[in-house]
């Protein structure tokens, strides 16, 4: 974003644009050492007796919180499992570079609160998801660093968030001098002439910026021209964009984020999976959803070592909350403060297990430093992580800390 | 057609367009006819007075139609007539207006063909709708000027903040006759046209589509769902129409689905169109319904209407028997979608009610934590003060909702849970004798509550700014921030406390936001650090705003030319940032280059179909070039350049940039130079590309004119636009798709 304030300052002119639109363009695209940051949220609150942290029963089961026994339990490398299929499947082919966080107290059984808190590491509103941060911390980011298709995608006016529900009118939107033709002379303005119509609508912006004098406006008419300097972003993607795409949304997502970071729009994804809301009938609905979700993040990180991008994933997958340890009268679970994290990527060091939670899901304390269990511990919150993950992603500037300041400490989680 | 307007240009010696941007100095209003004088003197005795009343009025055949009269003998009645023919004017399908397709029976016309195409009638409507469209004939007397806030702001004058609402209001933009009554009388005159504006059926459809962001209810349009929300066990003829003959079935789902997703609108939109007190959005003890949302619940009788029966889209109030009405609140589309569980128990229901219509966010209580594992309570949302700071506000008004179900069907008798509070609202539980009837009562309570004032204006200040009002919960402790705060409170609180002495009218709450510094300020003139954090906010228009300003001020709509949907509400809008009413109900407020590219592809694609259309047409029917033709070059063929060439094509640019963008400049200003140098600019390099074989002088296939857009039908050879042997429609394209993409144009 360092060429907003590069243009300012140099109070563009007219005649200096030609060049400066090729530098910028030159820039404004996420480099290949980059990572792509991938927040999948489980949307509704997920169990985690259901899934890392599993909690099978022993005997008759009349006191259970799930519905496997604890012999069924599956052990996966470092990790005891839940016994569904998608999740061993995932957990089987990343078990190295997975680190697992049990015990997680999200200090909230409300979904808003409790999704602002998984993913911004605060209870409040208005501060921005993880996500958001590490896009609007992108070197070069382009206006369409920040890909969101649903969950916590708060940027706290750090940057625009880029919507592509579908991936259909993206070969459409990439040729916008052309009307739904690959044909490169059927643009409706002749490409002699598109530079200076490019000319003309950045030097008019300019005029405009100076003139106005309602910062709020002034604003506005700078993100215009930020996003008006940037690369055709869609014709960036288009090339990259897959020849056929998956039956279900979440798959579908995925391929037009990876292909989005491939193209170099995009730094940071927010996706989100839904069905864990299950205050009733939760043995039956609870699997389906944990399914669909592992299914989903297994097609993530197959597709993108396909694409050669899978070290530069960091992926991070959580929850609203966790669910009770106990079963509600209609055969539901409903929300319990106390969940997990799971992470992998750049950096961590996986095939570990933080954290643990005794039978009926309450926590273990842990020494800070450690990171063992100690009866003079903590509690991990999602502060202590986000404030890891900021520190991780080189996001932990005092100006990030004194705006969006979280109260816990960074923790040796990552390695 | 245009003998009349020529006949008075010429007997007032003077040319037709917009002024030069100096009124004072040099008026041109050359061709100014008032359009109450056109229709006193001509329209009515000839045409509307003599053939249109006698079925248009209010005990007439016509008086379910949009178009109703009023017989001179009542007073005001050609105010009110001048207002319903203007608007009528505006209105506009497939490039031709209402107002003539109509009485041609071009569209279906209850009364059938009562004027002949290319007829004496005929002309007299088109002469009117030029002048309804021409807001530059008639610039009138008097300075328009910006004013001062008093709080270091300066305001859009009268005539710009005009335009402003106009567009965001009623999605159109002003009349001729609308913008020359407010440049003449300023401030007062202003006020009258808005309250006329909200008295139109385009600011009654506007508010549907605006009040859906509050509502979401819409959520229930897409793949007939409306349809599939409604209890069958309380309603079982939802599904009438599957009785009905096959070919017509689906026809009525559709239209089922569309009145039972629309009921909780059409509700809003009926008080708003009828003058009510906004309160009744709560209160109202009927419901409105259509013919087929009285299918839908069994109220219906008599046979079932054709699906095009205009007469069956009509709402009306009806009582449901034995269900007790509270507005908005007891619609099964407002139900369905903040929906009940057992184990939420009405919560989420609770949640909305108090955050839409009492200003206040439970959830902002829920930022403290919470241990679920360290609770010594049995039942901690009762007894636990970490859960009962939200749920001792929330479980009684959840428990108000005890007789609706999931699905919105009424249940009287329902038992509420005994281990929750008791059912009530601000301290006092339901009486006993109001069990069966919950949310009347919490309704009658909630309207006497200031706070529902305080949501009333919140609501219409986000509607019109696009910024949500700042809040204790969003703030920092930035002291601007809180200054900013404070100085917004008050201002809501003194408009909330005369929304309430003003029987709760939201209309006046709508003429104060769009007067205030929120709506219309436009510079800074030494305002505080605090006031303008939050002022001056342009906001990126929404794809439906966008969608209606393009035909606006183009004439045209940006649609699929096969299908004819349009790309930004049917194609393109989430993407633009619009919303779904389901998943995604957040407008996006900043552009990226996804936005970029879906401005920049509406721009050209836009300049591509509009430019050779309106250039094709005879003069003084075009929106865009009533002054500049094609054979006009800024450099002629021997490199001269014109001195009457160049005035008239920099009077075009003049009058592209107050219809496009809302910018009265003078043909000098800079801003006309730079649009003249890109023309001249794109001009000659085309044509140096066309001489030299590097371009071809066809215009590319989409811009060709060879069939009418609207019509389909072929085009007479000599009619036909295809040539651009000297590049000038592609330079005057570029210079259209120039402004197209402008921050005036894409933002308000």
């Given at each position: ?373 100690s009866d003079d511990g903590i509690r991990i919150t999602p502060a202590h992580i986000h404030a890891t993950l900021r520190e991780h992603l080189g996001v932990d500037t005092p100006e990030v800390a004194g705006t969006w300041p ?10 | ?116 195409p290319g007829s004496a009638e005929a002309e007299l409507l088109q002469e009117f709708i030029t002048l309804a469209n021409r807001p530059d004939l008639c610039q009138g007397e008097g300075e328009d000027e910006a004013t001062d ?569 000599d009619q036909m636009v295809i040539r651009d042997d000297d590049f000038a429609i592609r330079a005057w394209m570029t210079v259209v798709t120039y402004l197209l993409t402008d921050y005036r144009f894409l933002y308000e």
């Amino acid at each position: 974003m360092d060429r907003r304030r590069f243009l300012k300052g140099l109070g563009v002119t007219a005649l200096a644009l030609p060049t400066l639109l090729k530098q910028t363009r030159a820039h404004a695209l996420v480099s290949g050492d980059e990572t792509l940051v991938v927040t999948l949220h489980a949307d509704g609150g997920w169990d985690p007796a259901f899934l890392c942290d599993p909690k099978g029963y022993v005997g008759d089961g009349s006191d259970r919180i799930t519905d496997f026994h604890e012999d069924d339990i599956v052990s996966v490398g470092a990790f005891d499992l839940a016994p569904n299929r998608a999740l061993m499947d995932f957990f089987s082919d990343y078990s190295r570079e997975l680190l697992v966080i049990n015990g997680v107290d999200n200090q909230s059984n409300s979904h808003l609160a409790g999704v602002r808190n998984q993913w911004s590491g605060k209870l409040n509103h208005g501060h921005p998801s993880i996500g958001a941060l590490a896009a609007a911390h992108t070197r070069n980011a382009p206006t369409t660093a920040f890909m969101s298709f649903g969950g916590y995608d708060n940027t706290a006016g750090l940057l625009p968030i880029t919507r592509l529900p579908s991936p259909g009118f993206v070969s459409e939107l990439a040729h916008p001098y052309r009307r739904h033709t690959p044909d490169p002379d059927s643009d409706l303005v002749p490409s002699s002439i598109q530079e200076r119509l490019q000319m003309a609508q950045a030097a008019r912006l300019e005029r405009q910026i100076a003139a106005a004098t309602l910062p709020n406006q002034r604003r506005a008419m700078q993100q215009l021209l930020d996003a008006r300097l940037g690369d055709n972003e869609m014709a960036l993607l288009a090339p990259f964009l897959p020849s056929q795409f998956e039956a279900t949304p979440l798959k579908q997502q995925i391929q037009i984020a990876l292909a989005a970071f491939q193209a170099g729009i995009t730094s940071s994804v927010s996706l989100t999976s839904g069905g864990f809301d299950t205050h009733k009938a939760h043995d039956t609905k609870h699997p389906v959803a944990l399914t669909n979700l592992f299914e989903g993040a297994l097609f993530l990180m197959q597709q993108a070592e396909k694409m050669g991008l899978a070290d530069r994933i960091l992926l991070l997958i959580g929850s609203d909350f966790g669910r009770t340890p106990w079963y509600n009268e209609h055969d539901g679970k409903d929300h319990y403060s106390i969940t997990s994290m799971m992470m992998m990527g750049p950096g961590i060091d996986g095939g570990r297990v933080i954290g643990s939670t005794d039978d009926s899901l309450v926590p273990d304390l842990l020494d800070p430093d450690t990171l063992e269990p100690s009866d003079d511990g903590i509690r991990i919150t999602p502060a202590h992580i986000h404030a890891t993950l900021r520190e991780h992603l080189g996001v932990d500037t005092p100006e990030v800390a004194g705006t969006w300041p979280l109260q816990g400490d960074a923790l040796s989680l990552m390695a | 057609m245009r003998s009349w307007l020529l006949a008075i240009s010429v007997l007032m010696g003077c040319t037709p367009g917009p002024h030069n941007g100096d009124l004072a100095q040099n008026p041109d209003k050359g061709s100014c006819v008032d359009p109450m004088d056109y229709l006193q003197d001509r329209l009515w005795p000839e045409l509307v007075g003599t053939t249109c009343l006698a079925c248009h009025n209010q005990e007439g055949s016509a008086r379910h139609s949009q178009f109703v009269l009023q017989p001179t003998s009542v007073p005001g009645a050609m105010e009110a007539n001048l207002q319903i023919l203007s608007t009528l004017a505006q209105k506009e399908q497939d490039g031709s207006s209402w107002l003539l397709l109509k009485p041609t029976n071009t569209v279906p016309h209850g009364g059938g063909q009562m004027v002949a195409p290319g007829s004496a009638e005929a002309e007299l409507l088109q002469e009117f709708i030029t002048l309804a469209n021409r807001p530059d004939l008639c610039q009138g007397e008097g300075e328009d000027e910006a004013t001062d806030s008093g709080l270091g702001l300066t305001l859009a004058s009268p005539v710009s903040t005009l335009r402003k609402a106009s567009l965001v209001l009623a999605g159109r933009l002003p009349t001729s006759m609308e913008e020359s009554r407010v440049r003449a009388g300023g401030e007062d005159v202003l006020i009258q046209v808005l309250w006329e504006m909200m008295s139109g059926e385009a600011f009654a459809d506007r508010m549907v589509l605006l009040l859906n962001d509050v509502f979401l209810t819409d959520r229930y349009l897409e793949n007939n769902l409306g349809v599939f929300i409604v209890d069958q066990g309380r309603y079982p003829s939802a599904f009438w129409y599957e009785q009905t003959d096959p070919s017509d079935k689906w026809t009525y789902q559709t239209l089922t689905a569309e009145a039972i997703a629309r009921e909780p609108l059409m509700l809003a939109q009926h008080i708003l169109r009828e003058d009510r007190p906004w309160s009744e959005i709560l209160t109202a003890d009927y419901m409105l319904a259509n013919t087929w949302l009285k299918l839908a619940y069994g109220v219906h009788d008599g046979p079932i209407p054709a699906p095009d029966d205009p007469a069956a889209q009509v709402w009306e109030e009806i009582d449901l028997p034995d269900y007790p009405h509270a507005g908005v609140l007891t619609t099964v589309a407002f139900l369905n979608r903040y929906p009940n569980t057992d184990t939420n128990r009405n919560r989420h229901r609770s949640w909305y009610f108090y955050k839409t219509f009492l200003d206040t966010d439970i959830m902002t209580f829920a930022d403290r934590p919470v241990d679920s594992t360290d609770t010594p309570f049995d039942n901690p949302t009762l007894n636990d003060p970490n859960c009962n700071v939200c749920h001792t506000t929330m479980d009684p008004v959840a428990g108000l909702f005890q007789n609706w179900n999931t699905l919105g069907a009424y249940r009287p008798d329902a038992a509420w849970y005994d281990d929750m509070l008791v059912p009530g609202f601000g301290g006092v539980d339901l009486p006993d004798a109001a069990q069966d009837e919950a949310l009347p009562w919490l309704a009658a309570r909630t309207v006497e509550d200031p706070r529902f004032d305080v949501a009333s204006v919140k609501m219409v200040m986000k509607l019109l700014t696009g910024q949500e009002p700042l809040s204790q919960a969003t703030v920092t402790d930035d002291p601007v921030m809180q200054k900013a705060l404070a100085e917004q409170d008050a201002w809501i609180a003194d408009i909330a406390a005369e929304f309430r002495e003003r029987n709760h009218d939201l209309k006046w709450v709508i003429e104060q936001v769009v007067l205030s510094h929120w709506f219309r300020a436009i510079a800074d003139d030494g305002a505080s650090e605090a006031t303008l954090e939050r002022t001056g906010a342009a906001i990126m228009l929404s794809p439906e705003m966008l969608h209606d300003k393009i035909s606006a001020t183009l004439g045209m709509p940006w649609v699929n030319e096969a299908s004819r949907q349009g790309y930004l509400t049917e194609f393109y809008g989430l993407m633009y940032g619009g919303i779904d009413s389901n998943t995604i109900t957040e407008r996006l407020s900043e552009p990226s280059g996804v936005t970029e590219s879906i401005a920049l592809s509406m721009a050209t694609d836009m300049a591509c179909r509009a430019v050779p259309i309106d250039l094709h047409k005879s003069t003084d029917d075009r929106v865009l070039f009533p002054y500049a033709t094609m054979a006009d070059a800024p450099i002629l063929r021997d490199g001269t350049r014109d001195e009457q060439t160049e005035a008239a094509i920099r009077r075009n640019l003049q009058w592209l940039f107050l219809r496009l963008l809302g910018e009265d400049l003078p043909v000098d200003d800079p801003e006309i130079d730079a649009a003249y140098a890109l023309l001249e600019d794109a001009w000659t390099t085309g044509r140096l590309a066309v001489n030299s074989g590097d371009a071809t002088s066809i215009l590319p296939g989409p811009c060709q004119l060879r069939e009418d857009w609207w019509t389909g039908e072929p085009l007479p050879d000599d009619q036909m636009v295809i040539r651009d042997d000297d590049f000038a429609i592609r330079a005057w394209m570029t210079v259209v798709t120039y402004l197209l993409t402008d921050y005036r144009f894409l933002y308000e």
